[in-house]
């Protein structure tokens, strides 16, 4: 299981306030808080737009090792408030962890290799749950789950349960599935389906005509 990537990240410390956040966007800062169960008093600060982004451009799981008036924090990117109109970044909570302290949150699932039923049967992978819930212990928070699907065949699945889930305590149903391999769309059903609506359109049309008092001819078999 493949451990998250570390960030280093700078941050200064800030004033609070409405105009002193305002002037820090304007600068490309971003005003954030840092809070955990060791962490007294939550600490006001401000990061990198830029560095921010490079973080949020992760799809894997996003842990840091922050900086703060020469102080190191090893930390969780919790939450970002984001602009509803510009999608611009406005805030950041970020969560010191604790060695012995679980944290709850949400990690990407992967999926690896080429599903035999989409290769020799011309299947279709669906996959309806792409992030998992987990409780864990910092050490042992992966970057992602990975699935090998290869070997699916058309009508197969995988579920939470078979995840490697070795000293993590999954908060979601095990029973619940990630990814099935449906089979390929029917020809002949579409073409019913097209027959379908075809026979629609013709009753649409005559329900107008007997509307605008025309004479239906009856349909000879």
Do not use: C, W
Not at 181 to 200: N, Q, R, V, W
């Amino acid at each position: 299981m493949n451990q998250p990537k570390l960030y280093k990240l700078e941050g200064e410390s800030r004033e609070l306030g409405r105009k002193p956040s305002n002037q820090l966007r304007d600068s490309l800062r971003i005003p954030a808080v840092l809070y955990g169960p060791k962490v007294e008093e939550n600490i006001h600060f401000s990061v990198s737009e830029v560095d921010l982004e490079k973080i949020l451009s992760s799809s894997q799981t996003k842990l840091q090792l922050l900086t703060i008036d020469g102080k190191e924090y090893k930390t969780l990117l919790k939450k970002v408030e984001f602009d509803p109109v510009t999608d611009r970044a406005l805030h950041a909570d970020f969560y010191v962890l604790d060695a012995d302290t679980p944290v709850k949150l949400s990690i990407p699932v992967r999926l690896k290799g080429i599903a035999k039923g989409v290769r020799d049967g011309g299947g279709r992978v669906l996959q309806p749950l792409r992030i998992v819930r987990i409780k864990v212990i910092p050490e042992k928070i992966p970057a992602q789950f990975e699935l090998d699907i290869s070997a699916l065949g058309i009508g197969d699945s995988l579920h939470i349960s078979e995840l490697d889930m070795e000293g993590i305590d999954p908060l979601d149903d095990p029973k619940r599935t990630i990814v099935t391999i449906a089979p390929p769309k029917s020809e002949k059903a579409f073409t019913s389906s097209a027959l379908d609506d075809d026979e629609d359109e013709d009753l649409e049309e005559a329900a107008e005509a007997v509307a605008e008092g025309e004479e239906v001819e009856e349909t000879k078999e």
